[in-house]
């Protein structure tokens, strides 16, 4: 679990501060437009991990596999069944996520309000 949350650093230190996560990055994002423009042109059967506004959890937003299609999401896929560990790490992370979205939320509220 540690090595998942620290792959930025892992990279950063890879590289030998030489550079950021920042091409890691930019691959996912390739990817996930790749895949949309595949969907928007009628390829069936795409499947992509998206952090989006959803409500298969009791979070506004969460990250879950999504069946993408010409006009974007079309279904919200389940996240499966999690091994007892996975469902700790689950509960523990649930709190942690809620607040870093309210903070998410609360700053494009307050540079709404100054436009």
């Known amino acids: 679990m540690a090595r998942i949350q620290d792959a930025g650093t892992e990279v950063v230190n890879a590289k030998a501060g030489a550079g950021s996560a920042t091409l890691s990055m930019a691959w996912a994002a390739a ?21 989006v506004a959803s409500s298969l959890t009791s979070l ?19 996240l499966g069944a ?13 709190p942690e996520l809620a607040g870093s979205i309210k903070k998410g939320i609360d700053f494009v509220q307050r540079r709404a309000e100054k436009q």
């Open 31 to 51: 990817r996930f437009v790749e895949a949309c423009l595949r969907a928007i042109h009628g390829e069936g059967g795409i499947v992509e991990c998206s952090y």
């Open 60 to 78: 506004p937003f969460f990250a879950s596999p999504v069946r993408l299609g010409r006009s974007g999401v079309e279904e919200f896929l389940p």
């Open 82 to 94: 999690l091994n007892d560990l996975e469902q700790r790490n689950y509960d523990t992370m649930l």
